[in-house]
């Protein structure tokens, strides 16, 4: 059973960075997905970007493009989220996920709800004006 535990959120002024970090664990195999989704009150959970297990590439939601960069560690299993020129709107709790997959397809970021994704707690992200 695959467990993600992510970390690293906080408040941040406009224009400000942040790093993300998950952290997985009980993996059976290297065939996953990664992505990270946020979610802000009283919106839909959106994909922010995905990264293959092993991989280099990724993929990114064009709202974060230029601004955010997903990095992983193999050695450590942990993903990571690089958040620059953060904007208020990138106001929301942010989750780590993990699928099953033999590659990452832009529209899982779209499709969260109808794919086996294993989800972490969470990790708020607060951008002040």
């Known amino acids: 059973q695959v467990s993600l535990v992510e970390s690293g959120g906080g408040s941040v002024q406009a224009g400000g960075s942040l790093r993300l970090s998950c952290a997985a664990s009980?993996?059976?195999?290297?065939?996953?997905?990664m992505g990270w989704f946020r979610q802000a009150p009283g919106n839909e959970r959106e994909g922010v970007g995905l990264?293959?297990?092993?991989?280099?590439?990724?993929y990114y939601a064009d709202s974060v493009k230029g601004r955010f960069t997903i990095s992983q560690d193999n050695a450590k299993n942990t993903m990571y989220l690089q958040m620059n020129n953060l904007k208020p709107e990138d106001t929301a709790m942010y989750y780590c996920?993990?699928?099953?997959?033999?590659?990452?397809?832009?529209?899982?970021?779209?499709?969260?709800?109808?794919?086996?994704?294993?989800w972490g707690q969470g990790t708020q992200v607060t951008v002040s004006s």
């Open positions: 990264i293959f297990s092993g991989s280099t590439i990724t």
């Open positions: 996920a993990a699928v099953r997959a033999t590659g990452c397809n832009p529209t899982f970021m779209v499709q969260s709800e109808s794919l086996d994704f294993r």
């Open positions: 009980g993996y059976t195999s290297k065939n996953y997905c």
